[in-house]
């Protein structure tokens, strides 16, 4: 098995070394490719660099930098690093915070798997939830170190879908911000409520504006059976995803409005 992994918080990211040394449990080092960006590339989405040209610098062996997005390394590898023999599986992350509920829609790293699955390769997102209790662990990175390859072994066990008539699913993983582990949750994308991003303003003394974007409260507690509801009480989250975003609920109802 021939494997990619990449992230979006950089080349040198703590959780792109947590997912290394995972993959080795899964095939051996010499097919094993990291094609990551070269620096931090949070909140990007999907985004891919049409508009302009993207360096790529091999730094070691079957290790690459890219100028780009997540999305741009998946391609990357995909269609040149390594064209003469695709990777069979992606991997992304695992990134530094919860990619859970709505935090999925501006996810770089949930972008890269996305992408891979839209190119037809089994594609599966990682991250680990931040919390209280991390800044006690030893490794923030403990709860993923600990079961990221069991988890992942388990959700190839069970990819036997070709999904030839539709988009491919990919598999959305989130570790909870605890190392007391409940166990795996499959459940759907939640939503925080009241936590959307906002802006905190500031104004220079020479009268220029500046904006700094943040996001909502993490650990705000949700009622319904979620990502982040499982999360928050232990359980290492699974949801498998599609690109199709369409709201299938509202087609009747718009039908027979129009």
Same mark, same amino acid.
């Given at each position: 098995m021939r494997i990619l992994l990449t992230n979006d918080d950089g080349i040198n990211a703590p959780g792109l070394q947590v997912l290394e040394a995972i993959a080795r449990n899964l095939t051996n080092e010499e097919n094993i490719f990291i094609i990551a960006p070269s620096g931090e590339r949070s909140g990007v989405g999907h985004c891919v660099s049409y508009n302009a040209p993207t360096q790529i610098e091999r730094i070691s062996e079957n290790r690459y930098s890219v100028s780009?997005?997540? $999305?741009?390394?998946?391609?990357?590898?995909? *269609?040149?690093?390594?064209?003469?023999?695709p990777p069979s599986l992606i991997l992304s992350g695992? +990134?530094?915070?919860?990619?859970? $509920?709505?935090?999925?829609?501006?996810?770089?790293?949930?972008?890269?798997?996305?992408?891979? $699955?839209?190119?037809? %390769? #089994?594609?599966?997102?990682?991250?680990?939830?931040?919390?209280?209790?991390?800044?006690?662990?030893?490794?923030?990175?403990?709860?993923? %170190? #600990? *079961?990221?390859?069991?988890?992942?072994?388990?959700?190839?066990? +069970?990819?036997? *879908?070709?999904?030839?008539?539709?988009?491919?699913?990919?598999?959305?993983?989130?570790?909870?911000?605890?190392?007391?582990?409940?166990g795996v949750a499959v459940v759907p994308q939640?939503?925080?409520?009241?936590? #959307?991003?906002?802006?905190?303003?500031?104004?220079?003394?020479?009268?220029?504006?500046?904006?700094?974007?943040?996001?909502?409260?993490?650990?705000?507690?949700?009622?319904?059976?979620?990502d982040v509801a499982a999360n928050l009480s232990g359980y290492i989250s699974l949801t498998p995803m599609r690109a199709d975003l369409t709201a299938f609920d509202r087609i009747a109802d718009l039908e027979e409005f129009l």
């Open positions: 780009g997005y997540p $999305a741009d390394c998946v391609i990357a590898g995909i *269609h040149h690093v390594m064209k003469d023999d695992v +990134n530094r915070g919860n990619n859970s $509920a709505e935090n999925v829609l501006y996810s770089g790293t949930i972008g890269a798997a996305l992408e891979g $699955a839209l190119q037809g %390769i #089994t594609s599966i997102a990682l991250s680990q939830y931040l919390g209280p209790e991390s800044k006690k662990m030893s490794n923030s990175f403990n709860p993923s %170190i #600990t *079961h990221g390859l069991n988890v992942i072994q388990k959700i190839l066990d +069970n990819d036997k *879908h070709t999904d030839d008539d539709g988009y491919k699913v990919f598999y959305n993983v989130n570790f909870p911000p605890t190392e007391n582990i409940n939640g939503l925080r409520p009241n936590t #959307t991003f906002s802006v905190n303003p500031f104004t220079t003394q020479n009268g220029k504006e500046f904006l700094f974007f943040k996001g909502g409260n993490q650990h705000v507690q949700v009622s319904k059976k979620s």
